[in-house]
């Protein structure tokens, strides 16, 4: 292949299209919070050698062609361009928190820039209290370069083993629960759940279903009072107990504990809200696999762990707040477990995105974005899961004491994302400050944790 024919524009897929229009402008933050002083020097090195050689997508910019469609065009990488390094004001204190979150507010707010890759790396020379990081590297990425899959699995490829950087990473592995409509005849369940979740998802995206308006659902979409998130750390050998006597999923435990924590949140805002029409939209990856692949096998257009935002999202009812539930906090993760089971038989998601690709051919891409848009904005949170490697890993031999990440543009004031990494699991509640006050939130989402934790002890 010539140089001419490798470097010919590529064209953009249409969700990646959607997710770059006037409708939508959705970027992903992914935070690593480090053990030692930041080196600019060796991780630049990494970012050159080995971040941006990864894929075409990190060295082209976003263009359209003479019929409107976007294509990926390759341009020089100028790495000191996508370097940000900030100066505090504040000197001679022990730890910068509050500069890093008025840091991190700033930065999400902040659009990338169309004219160069849509990238960049931001390196805060700071020590935070919060887990005791000595700096921290926030890695911003436009939604439209991939998926949560994809993009981990880049991320992933320039990292090491702290223990051996010889050995190659590895992953938790994921074991199906039994199903509890196994009684059923899966093909007639399948055809009747496919329908009302298909009718559901297309309801939202016209206007015809909308959430009620609550402590977590508002009109403003902008952010305009700046962005906040707060994490918390929860080890996974802590959900045995809960997933053992319910015979559930840490998945599920941990799903019913953030409907739980919302709901909670809710009510000590608006006691009338426990009753609200609330629903939250899962993020899901539409690949058959889940296990990473290298990004070579991920670019290659056969490959099952193909490239791309491969990504179906559907809605999720949140349980209403009664008191038989408060009284019984497991009804939650029960709940979550039988919606949760309800999607692996459902044909909702591929049919929903023939909807958009008839949208996108008829109408054009900003009316599919629209759509996905409508979609989003008629709920009132998302719910994103990523895995992360079992060992500890360094970048650019820093090595990372923990990380998670967040996704900015989505129209809602609640985004929560989680990520496994070390045996622990980083659940991250990004919001609207003008909407939602995220230490209260994160206080709601503790409070339901010991709730579920105490009850399923007293089994």
Sequence with gaps: MSEFEKDAPMAVSPMSSYLNTSA????????????????????????????????????????EDKKGKKQWKKVDVNLKEHIKIPIFAKKGVKFYDKEFDEYMSKIAGEKLAQDKPLWEVHLIKYPTRKNNAAGTSVVKLHHSLGDGYTLMGSLLSCVKRVDDPSIPITFPSSHATTSSIKTLPQSIFSMFKSASDFGWNILRGSNFIVDDQSPIRTENKEFKHGFGISNVTLSLDSFKVVKNKLKVTTNDTLVGMIFLGIRLYMEAKSYESRKTQTTAIVMLNARKIRA????????????????????????????????????????????????????????????SGVILGMLDKIQGTEAAAKHVYKTVANSSAIISHVVGPVEQVAFANHPIKGFYFTAIGPPTSLTVTILSYMGNLRIGFGVDKGCIDEHHLLSCFETAKEMIFNAANKI
């Design 24 to 63: 939508l402008n959705v970027f992903i933050m992914v935070v690593f919070e480090l053990e030692i002083p930041i080196d600019e020097s060796k991780i630049m090195q990494v970012l050159g050698d080995v971040f941006v050689p990864l894929n075409k997508r990190f060295s082209s910019i976003m263009i």
């Design 292 to 351: 990473y692949k290298s990004v070579e096998e991920m670019l290659q257009s056969n490959s099952e762990s193909s490239w791309g935002n491969r990504f179906h999202f559907l809605h999720l009812p949140i349980p209403k707040l009664s008191d038989a539930n408060t009284s019984n906090p497991l009804d939650f993760v029960l709940e979550a477990h039988k919606i949760i089971i309800g999607l692996r038989y459902s044909l909702a998601l591929p049919l």
